[in-house]
Nanobody, 115 residues
Framework: QVQLLESGGGLVQPGGSLRVSCVFS????????MGWYRQTPGKQRESVAR???????YYVDSVKGRFTISRDNGRHTVYLQMNNLTPEDTAVYLC?????????WGQGTQVTVSS
């Protein structure tokens, strides 16, 4: 059974930085692609960044150049480094582990960008 636990959210001023983490509990972390998504009330859940098992990354256009996703297979952890944050980045950030026939979600961590 896979469980995901996010941490690192909080309140940050515009232009600031934050790193959120997602710890994977279970077997086979290196065999799962990992992704960060974000959810705001009344909006569809948005894919922010993904990292494949081979390290290939994907970013939504709105975060390119500002966010960096990385994975540490030894620590079973995926990170999202977020720089130059804007109020539009305010959301609950959720972690997902997935492969061809499974997907697992964490509960999310709140990121609020406000002065």
């Amino acid at each position: 059974q896979v469980q995901l636990l996010e941490s690192g959210g909080g309140l940050v001023q515009p232009g600031g930085s934050l790193r959120v983490s997602c710890v994977f509990s279970g077997i086979g972390f290196s065999a799962y692609a990992m992704g960060w998504y974000r959810q705001t009330p009344g909006k569809q859940r948005e894919s922010v960044a993904r990292v494949a098992t081979d390290g290939t990354t994907y970013y939504v256009d709105s975060v390119k150049g500002r966010f960096t996703i990385s994975r540490d297979n030894g620590r079973h952890t995926v990170y999202l480094q977020m720089n130059n944050l804007t109020p539009e980045d305010t959301a609950v950030y959720l972690c997902k582990a997935f492969n061809y026939n499974e997907e697992y979600w964490g509960q999310g961590t709140q990121v609020t960008v406000s002065s």
